[in-house]
C-alpha cells in the first residue's frame, strides 16, 4: 500500500526530467571538483534493457524483495525503463526489476562518507536520484555530503556535493562541490537534488544557523547548476526549494525562526514564512505569496504542484477546479489528467482547460470513494475496500481489478512499494 502521506521537500515523487547532463571523466570529493567551479518525458531507459513494457499495466507478477538491507531502504530510489536506482549511504545501486538481480554498484569512494546522522537520512524522508540526458547518454543526479574534521585551528567543515553517474554502466561522469551556505553551516539533514530542467538542476541544501540565539536555528539554500559546466549558476540562501515544475524553483522563504519538521514542512512564528517561486535559469523571483506560518510542498508535474491545494507552478495560484479537502495528494499521469485525492473526495483535472473529468467522493450512493495511490498513462491505481482497483483517467470508470501490487511508483514495466518491493508488470 501507498504511504498516507507524502513525504515533501525532498521529493518523494520520482519525476523524471529532460535536461543536458555533461558527461565527463570525474571522481570523488575535492579532486573531482578541483577542476570544475519529476515526469517528463527525455530521459531514456538503459540501452541494454529487454524488458517487456505494458503501458499502462494492469497486471502484476509475484512480489520480488530486493538485496537491499532494511535499515537503509529508507534511502530514496527512482524507476526509469526496467530498471530501479536506489541511493544508499555508500552507494548507488542499479536493480533490474524484472528478475530482482543488481546491475551494478557505484560506490561513492570510501566508507566514511558523512551522509546525516550515524549514516541515515535523520529527517525520515525518502530522497530519489534525478534523471538528466544528453546524445543518448542518461546521467542519474544525486547530492552527497562529506564531512572533514578540522585539525589545530581549522573548524570542522561539511562540504555538499553533485554527482552524476552513468544510467548504463555505473561508471560516474562527473562530480562537483557546492559552494557553502553563507552565514550557516551544513545540517545533519540529506541535501537533495529537487529535480532538472533544460540543463539545469536545482538542489537544496538543510543549514544550521550561526546565530545560538535564534529561536528556529535552521535554514536552507537551494542551487542552480549548469549540468553542461557543472558551474553552479546561482545560489539562494534563505531558501528551501522543495519542487521544480516548468522553469519554477517551489518552496518555502524562511525567516530567522523557521524550523523544519519531517512530516509537514517549514513553520515559523508570525507569518514569517513566504511560499515563493524562483526561476531556474537565475534564481530571479517569479511570484511570492507572504504571511505563512507554515509551508509545505509537494511535486506534481505537468504545471502543479500541491501547497494546501492544487496550485499552478508558474503562478502559485490555486487551481480553482481542484477539491478542497483534508490531506489532499495528485497524481500526473504524465499524459492529460491530474487526479487529485482527499479523505472526502477523489478528483480529475484536465491538465491543459483545467476542467473537471470526474468527480468520485464519499457520499456517493452508488460507488464506494476510491483511495487513489497513483496515476500513469491514463490508468489510475487506487483501492475501494479490499480491491485494488485501475480507473480510467479521463473517465473514472473502472477498468479491471489487480491485486497484490503496491502502486508507490510505477511505470510500464513495475511497480514499486514504498519499502522496496517490486511486482513486475506483466500485463
Known amino acids: 500500500m501507498r504511504a498516507t502521506h507524502r513525504h515533501v521537500l525532498h521529493l518523494a515523487l520520482v519525476t523524471v526530467l529532460t535536461v543536458l547532463a555533461g558527461c565527463s571523466d570525474g571522481a570523488s570529493g575535492a579532486d573531482a571538483d578541483a577542476g570544475a567551479p519529476g515526469a517528463v518525458s ?5 540501452a541494454a534493457a529487454k524488458a517487456k513494457a505494458f503501458d499502462p499495466p494492469a497486471k502484476f507478477g509475484n512480489e520480488i524483495a530486493l538485496p537491499v538491507d532494511d535499515d537503509i531502504k529508507a534511502w530514496g530510489f527512482a524507476l526509469l525503463g526496467p530498471t530501479l536506482y536506489h541511493r544508499t549511504s555508500e552507494a548507488l545501486d542499479a536493480y533490474d526489476t524484472h528478475s530482482g538481480r543488481k546491475l551494478w554498484s557505484s560506490a561513492l569512494g570510501r566508507k566514511d562518507w558523512y551522509t546525516g546522522k550515524e549514516g541515515q537520512p535523520s529527517d525520515d524522508q525518502t530522497i530519489p536520484p534525478v534523471f538528466a540526458q544528453q546524445d543518448g547518454h542518461t546521467g542519474v ?3 552527497y555530503a562529506d564531512y572533514t574534521k578540522g585539525s589545530g585551528t581549522e573548524r570542522d567543515r561539511t562540504d555538499v556535493y553533485l554527482r552524476s553517474v552513468d544510467a548504463d554502466s555505473g561508471k560516474v561522469s562527473w562530480t562537483v562541490r557546492l559552494p557553502a551556505p553563507k552565514g550557516a553551516t551544513v545540517g545533519d539533514l540529506e541535501p537533495a537534488v529537487i529535480g532538472a530542467e533544460g540543463g539545469t538542476a536545482a538542489v537544496r541544501v538543510i543549514t544550521s544557523t550561526d546565530d545560538s540565539s535564534s529561536d528556529g536555528g535552521q535554514s536552507a539554500t537551494t542551487y542552480g547548476v549548469d549540468l553542461k559546466t557543472h558551474h553552479v549558476t546561482w545560489q539562494k540562501d ?3 526549494g522543495g519542487a521544480l ?5 517551489i518552496g518555502a522563504q524562511l525567516g530567522d525562526d523557521a524550523t523544519f519538521q519531517a512530516i509537514d514542512g517549514w513553520h515559523a512564528n508570525n507569518d514569517a514564512l ?7 535559469t537565475d534564481g530571479a523571483p517569479r511570484w511570492k505569496q507572504d504571511g505563512r506560518t507554515s509551508v509545505e510542498v509537494e511535486q506534481v508535474g505537468g504545471g502543479f504542484f500541491v501547497a494546501g491545494s492544487l496550485r499552478d507552478s508558474r503562478t502559485g495560484q490555486p487551481v480553482p477546479s481542484a477539491p478542497n479537502g483534508s490531506f489532499i495528494h495528485c497524481f500526473n499521469d504524465q499524459r492529460s489528467v491530474i487526479v487529485c485525492d482527499t479523505k472526502e473526495v477523489a478528483r480529475a483535472i484536465d491538465a491543459q482547460s483545467r476542467k473537471v473529468l470526474w468527480t468520485i467522493s464519499e457520499d456517493d450512493p452508488s460507488r464506494k470513494k476510491p483511495e487513489v495511490h497513483n496515476a500513469f498513462h491514463g490508468a489510475v491505481y487506487a483501492t475501494a475496500g479490499a480491491d485494488g482497483v485501475i480507473l480510467d483517467a479521463r473517465t473514472g470508470k473502472d477498468r479491471g481489478l489487480y491485486n497484490g501490487a503496491s502502486t508507490y511508483v510505477i511505470n510500464e514495466y513495475a511497480a514499486v512499494s514504498i519499502d522496496m518491493n517490486v511486482y513486475p508488470a506483466t500485463g
Open 42 to 46: 527525455g530521459a531514456k531507459p538503459p
Open 274 to 280: 513566504a511560499l515563493a517561486g524562483l526561476a531556474l
Open 141 to 143: 543526479l544525486f547530492a
Open 245 to 249: 515544475d516548468s522553469g519554477v524553483v
Open 238 to 240: 534563505g531558501f528551501a
